[in-house]
């Protein structure tokens, strides 16, 4: 009974360590997605200011005038 009672504990502690264990990998996760979110926000906002540099008659302006969004110009002629 000894040893049973022994086993059961260290099972319980075991599990224990692995509930501590994610609940750190969970923390971890958020903040590495919330540094990938913030690290988006970045690149979003500077190719909007790229765009907003783009002539006038290019694709990203006139985009940004009419509120659709661009899509590649493929030529099939060629």
Do not use: C, F, H
Not at 28 to 39: G, H
Request: proline residues 3%.
């Amino acid at each position: 009974m000894e040893k049973l009672i022994a086993e059961l504990k260290e099972a319980q502690e075991d599990y224990e360590k692995a509930i501590q264990a994610e609940s750190i990998a969970r923390s971890r996760r958020t903040d590495a997605l919330n540094k990938l979110n913030q690290a988006q926000r970045e690149v979003d906002k500077a190719v909007e200011a790229l765009k907003k540099m783009a002539p006038g008659d290019s694709d990203w302006r006139r985009a940004e005038r009419t509120g659709m969004g661009t899509s590649p110009v493929i030529n099939r002629a060629a």
